[in-house]
Structure formats: C-alpha cells, structure tokens
C-alpha cells in the first residue's frame, strides 16, 4: 500500500521553463512533507518541506504547495535548469504523533532539464 | 566537517550468506537511520539508533540488525540473505534524534547489494 505516490515517473522540461513535481498522499495524518533530490551514486539531499499548517513554502527556485484537501502537493521549479536533473521523492512524517523518525517515502519521479 | 560515508560501495553476496554494512555518520551526529531502496522504489525505513540504542523500527525482519558505537558510527547487519535484499542500502545520520526524519538528515551514498 503506497501511501505516498508519485504518479509521473519521468518529466522533461526545458531549460529556463517552469518544471511541476506532483505527490499525493492517502494518509490524512501525514503533517510534515519534504523533497528531497537524488543524483546517480549519491545519497538523497534535503531540497524543501513545508509543515501541514501551511500551504506554501518558497525557497530561491523552489516552491511547494500543499493541498491538504485533495492530499497533493507539488514542487515547483522555476525556472528550471540542466543541474536540477536528477530524481526527486517526495517523503511524508506523522511529526505531532513523534513518531518524526519514520519517513514515508514515494516512487520518485526522473526529471530531465533539456538544454 | 565529513560527510555521511558508507562502506563498501557495491557488494555481491548468495543466498543464505550474512552481510555487514558500514556507515560513519557525519561529525557531531549521534542519530543514524538505516534505508533500503530497492529498484525502482523509494527509501523503506528499516530502523534507527541514538546513541547506541535502536530508537524505531520499521516493517523489516529480525534477520536485518543494526549497531551503533560510542563514536557514532554504525552497521547493519542482515542475515539470511534472500535475492529481495537486492538493493541500495543509505544511512542517513542527524544531530539529535528528533530531526531523525527531517531536513536536517544527511544521507550517505549508499552500498549497492545483490543477492545472487
């Protein structure tokens, strides 16, 4: 049972454009979500999170939005560039249960930033 | 100030055999969390230590054990090897235990295992 998904296993945009990462989630009592990015032969690396109690959280060319009615959140990218390709996941945590250890993680999705 | 590092990078085992994995955690952090990532998937939890003791687990079988010393670094141990722990195995280390999951978890770059 994936309760975090991330339905696009690939995205390709090109360079200078706007690249938009979905992620949705079954479980409502998820309140803290992050992205994280992933190139070859490295371990992931913390991009951006945004608590439940907001809906948007915006970091240089990183924008999240969270959705907590339809359970969906998105990572924004703009404008996007060559060295933002890599794969990025989107995890998810029941931080106010402490239970802060144990992240739920999706599929990943592969984006290709095309000169 | 190092990184999260790993050892080895890529290991080859058959069915049935033991395998220990090293992780030395970044310098000052005494919590370490242990992944698998098997193809195509996202990170699965498998457990955490802070200082020295297991502090959660998730979904995996005993077979799968860990260890963390006095300097922080740690091991996973898994025995029993079946051809499903094919996998990338991270070990992400933090500061303190409740940012074991956050932002402030750095990963390591992972040991490749096949089971054969």
């Known amino acids: 049972d994936q309760q975090v998904k991330q339905n696009s296993p690939s995205l390709s945009v090109q360079e200078g454009r706007i690249s938009i990462l979905n992620c949705d989630y079954t479980?409502?009592?998820?309140?803290?979500f992050l992205w994280y990015k992933k190139y070859p032969a490295e371990g992931p690396t913390f991009l951006i999170s945004?608590?439940?109690i907001k809906d948007k959280n915006e970091d240089g060319r990183f924008t999240v939005f969270l959705n907590k009615s339809a359970k969906h959140l998105s990572l924004h990218i703009v404008p996007s560039q060559p060295g933002d390709s890599a794969v990025y996941f989107c995890?998810?945590?029941?931080?106010?249960?402490?239970?802060?250890?144990?992240?739920?993680w999706g599929l990943g999705t592969s984006l290709a930033v095309n000169p | 100030e190092t990184g999260v590092t790993q050892s080895p990078t890529h290991l080859i085992k058959t069915r049935g055999q033991q395998v220990t994995l090293r992780c030395s955690s970044q310098?000052?952090?005494?919590?370490v969390s242990w992944y698998q990532q098997a193809l195509g998937q996202g990170p699965q939890f498998i457990f955490q230590?802070?200082?020295?003791?297991?502090?959660g687990r998730g979904n995996f079988p005993p077979r799968f054990s860990g260890l963390q010393f006095p300097n922080y670094s740690s091991e996973l141990n898994v025995n029993a090897l079946e051809l499903d722990d094919s996998a990338l195995y991270l070990c992400?280390?933090?500061?303190?235990?409740?940012?074991?999951?956050?932002?402030?978890?750095?990963f390591g770059p992972g040991t490749r295992l096949l089971v054969l």
């Open positions: 992400a280390s933090s500061l303190e235990v409740s940012e074991g999951a956050g932002k402030t978890q750095y």
């Open positions: 310098s000052g952090h005494n919590t």
């Open positions: 230590y802070y200082r020295e003791e297991e502090n």
């Open positions: 479980n409502s009592m998820f309140d803290y």
């Open positions: 945004i608590s439940s």
């Open positions: 995890a998810a945590k029941r931080e106010s249960a402490g239970n802060n250890r144990k992240l739920i």
